[in-house]
């Protein structure tokens, strides 16, 4: 047993092999996560009150989830820390502890904590990638994520007649659980033309042999498709939402390869709800108020070139001492490569063997899923020409209402070169989404693609520089932080007893 506390941030695939890895190498692990149940968005489950007889019928791999979910939650030295959010990390004295971990501050309910672990694993996942077009602030304009989570975990339908549109092998999935929810799937849009994503996917096709099945789970995904005559349209993109009050039909148009709007193609379609997405955003707060160096994405990675990821080495530590990061926050490659990475990263940061023999399997899974998120990339890229769709009164940042127009006169405004000046005057990326849904749209825009308002300042520390990572009430921040619980429940469970 090393004896070593280990804190997990994030109780997804990654998160909860890491905290897996970390117990059978002889850690105490304290494994937080914002939701009632571990599994993240890849196994989210029904609520108990409408438990499903059979959850592997819902799931793909729930035996083994479930499996380990119960070895983790029931391991003796471990903490389950449910709906339980970090809202800071604090870096520690580098002249004092310059190889600490950073301070981990936690919020449970209205109880606050403060966690001094020896070493902590990031594993915070991602969120929808929205392009924004006219209309996307209406009520029932969804992200692909929310639907599929309404689906998944509430058994609610976000309308009767659906439209899922975007880019990428997500899309697949989404429609699958609202059609097994019960919603009529109108068409699903796929903005990447066949060629493209043909040539994407078919590249050095030798390591598909490596993929297989993650082909079987979309196979099984087009088959529910086909079985309701869902149509599937290439090189075709929803650029429009209209409706009074809330969405009542769509515009969409075939896209050129660059996304631009081909004339004369555009098409009406009366729906009551639209589910989008166009790739993933990691969620990087975390690692950026740690001090994580990033690594910039290959281009159209991740749904923007804008974006960027942990940097992170063969071992999954970043560039801080103490701090491993494992899942999409260092690259956006599927469950089965986010757990192979959350296994790895928890073995090493609870001081288990470098060269024990099972990581030689994991490495290899890993890599292999990094090759399928480079794949990933060069099939579904992000078009350069998508501001093509907007208008002057276009919404960027729904929080703040902020426009297009309003981004590009920041942009070439020089008395708003700055990116914080340009946000104070914008206010976008102000608003309670702290720029995690407009941030890299905003940033994007204001580089200038080739329909934007043209080249502009970068992003500067970017849309991920929050160093309050969740919201907290002043209340609950005056509140003087409680000792960490000894026992394995809850904060929540121990404050009831």
């Known amino acids: 047993m090393t004896g070593r506390q280990v804190v997990v941030v994030g109780a997804g695939p990654a998160g909860l092999a890491a905290a897996d890895a970390a117990l059978a190498a002889g850690a105490e692990v304290t494994l937080i996560d914002s939701a009632e149940r571990p599994g993240g968005q890849y196994h989210r489950m029904l609520p108990d009150a409408y438990e499903a007889a059979d959850p592997g019928a819902l799931q793909h791999g729930y035996a083994a989830f479930d499996r380990r979910s119960r070895r983790v939650l029931g391991h003796p030295r471990c903490s389950w820390w449910a709906e339980s959010s970090v809202w800071a990390l604090e870096r520690r004295d580098p002249d004092r502890d310059p190889d600490g971990a950073p301070l981990v501050h936690v919020l449970s309910g209205t109880r606050r904590h403060v966690l001094t672990p020896d070493a902590l694993v990031l594993a915070p996942g991602a969120h929808d990638r929205v392009l924004p077009f006219p209309g996307w602030d209406l009520p029932g304009v ?3 994520g929310a639907a599929q989570a309404l689906a998944k975990g509430e058994r609610l339908v976000v309308g009767d007649r659906v439209v899922v549109a975007g880019t990428g092998p997500f899309l697949l999935p989404v429609a699958a659980s609202l059609l097994e929810a019960g919603s009529r799937v109108l068409a699903v849009l796929e903005a990447g033309r066949p060629g493209a994503v043909a040539r994407g996917w078919l590249s050095r096709p030798w ?20 079985r309701h005559r869902v149509p599937y349209r290439w090189g075709t993109a929803v650029v429009e939402a209209r409706g009074d009050g809330r969405v009542e039909e769509i515009v969409s148009a075939r896209v050129r390869a660059d996304w ?9 379609t009366a729906v009551d709800a639209v589910c989008v997405g166009h790739g993933f955003s990691p969620r990087l707060e975390l690692p950026v108020a740690a001090g994580c160096a990033l690594r910039p994405a290959a281009d159209g990675a991740a749904g923007s070139p804008a974006e ?28 089965p490569a986010a757990r192979a ?54 919404v960027i940042c729904r929080c703040e209402e902020t426009t297009y127009a ?30 995690r849904i407009c941030g890299p749209t905003v940033a994007e ?35 003087p932080p409680e000792a ?14």
């Open 341 to 394: 990475e959350g296994a790895l990263a928890g073995w090493i940061a609870a001081g288990g063997d470098p060269a024990a023999r099972t990581l030689a399997a994991l490495r290899r899974s890993r890599d292999q899923g990094r090759a399928f998120a480079a794949r990933l990339a060069l099939a579904h890229p992000i078009g350069r020409a998508w501001p093509g769709w907007l208008r002057p009164d276009t």
């Open 484 to 497: 960490r619980p000894a026992s394995p429940n809850s904060p929540a469970e121990e404050s009831t007893s």
């Open 207 to 226: 390591e598909l042999a490596a993929q297989l099945g993650k082909s079987g789970e979309l196979a099984s995904y087009s088959t529910a498709l086909g």
């Open 406 to 435: 309003q981004v590009c006169r920041s942009a070439t405004d020089p008395t708003q070169s700055e990116p914080q000046v340009a946000k104070l005057a914008t206010r976008a990326g102000l608003g309670p989404c702290q720029a």
């Open 260 to 268: 631009s709007v081909v004339p004369g193609s555009e098409r009406v």
């Open 445 to 479: 825009l204001r580089r200038g693609t080739d329909n934007g308002p043209g080249p502009g300042p970068g992003p500067g520390p970017g849309p991920h520089h929050r160093p309050v990572a969740e919201p907290i009430r002043l209340g609950e921040l005056a509140r």
């Open 308 to 335: 960027a990821f942990v940097d992170v080495d063969d071992e999954q530590r970043t560039s801080r001492p103490g701090v491993y990061a494992a899942g999409e926050i260092t690259g956006i490659a599927g469950a």
């Open 142 to 144: 969804y992200t692909a």
